[in-house]
């Protein structure tokens, strides 16, 4: 089965309503969606968490494997990619990334050709139903959402994802510039939900090492599950482990530092960051070797989503509920639409490769957003437009 043609698209995938984190507030994520074309017209389908791939997609990468076996996925990295450490080494992340996204279109392929759901090319399901955290921020007002601006707000809104979903896993943003605010968040939704709320945190590196130092106590008492890098490097997070018992994550993936430093206790990553997913299997498998956990960040569209399930679903070292944005995203670029997650779980789907399906209508749509508006700014205050915060807020 030889490769016709490789397509990526620039897309931009809104919210419904802006999300307050660390550098201001966040609208939406601009994603590369890759079609992977054979001669006998299959399509595979990927998806890259920047936009910046599709024009290295589009570019050297398509040419180089038009006319190659869409199977042999170990001879498209040897011709997409320089010497693996090489890559690193320079710091290429997007060539990495859109490598990554090319080899998810071609595992999608593999599932199709073969008539099986990507999980069973992984060696099987140890689980289907598949765990998710609901997000939760102060908001801004989107088009057709008011959003949150109180702490008491935010509290509100996780006890109706409670009672109209039956969501107990939640998982929100801790980075206000004073981050008492923050914390009364925290506080109220461990009141109103009581202790049957699982609460992970993300501060996204938005504090000093003191102002983490002094919070570490009250969320502990607060029953916070984990802490996603509440400090600006992995060595004031190995400081900040002195005082606080709560477990620590990142999306810095260096795994021999970590072994090193004995933190993070877990990893939230994306197969396309890490170069595909044959290379998140090896690298899962790594972290269950060195005992750290793993799981799946939040943004994309339907199709990395899709990717999320299939590798939750056969790999039984992911233990911990990957995040979720998928309430706040009102659209998809698959005809199934965003996930939906009930009681805090995601059916994998059951249909050859990924199990979804392009929306050529939506992925239009979402394209002629990139155009026009270019990707979506994640670093806009509304506060001080024109200007970007520096870290530590506090």
Known sequence: ???RGVTATPINLRLEAPYGWVFGELDGFSQTIVEVETEDGLIGLGEAPTPAAAAIINGVLAERLVGRDA??????????????????????RTRIMAFGAIEMALWDLRGKAWKQPLYQLLGGAVRKDIPFTDYFSLRGDGP???????????????????????T???????????????????????????????????????????????????????????????????EEMRQLRQHCSIPFSTHNIDIARAMDLKVPDAFVGNPTAHGGIGRLLRFVGACEHAGVDFWCYSGDSGIGSAAYLHLCAALGWIREPNQSLFRMQPMDVTEEGPFSPRNNVVRVPEGPGLGVTLSRKNLAACHRDFV???PCNKYHDPAKPGTYRRLPLN
């Open 1 to 3: 089965m030889k490769i």
């Open 71 to 92: 199977f042999d996925i170990a001879g498209a990295e040897h011709v997409c990619l320089p010497y693996w450490t090489g890559v690193q080494s320079i710091n290429d």
């Open 144 to 166: 057709d959402v008011k959003g949150e601006t109180t702490p008491e707000e935010v509290a509100d809104y996780c006890v109706e994802l409670h009672q109209t979903h039956g």
């Open 168 to 234: 107990t896993f939640f998982e929100g943003k801790f980075s206000t510039e004073d981050p008492n605010v923050s914390l009364r968040m925290v506080e109220l939704i461990r009141e109103k939900l009581g202790d049957e709320a699982m609460i992970r945190i993300d501060s996204n590196q938005a504090y000093s090492l003191a102002t983490a130092r002094r919070l570490a106590r009250p969320l502990e008492g607060l029953g916070v599950r984990n802490w996603e890098d509440p400090v600006a490097t992995i």
């Open 372 to 374: 026009e508006n270019g």
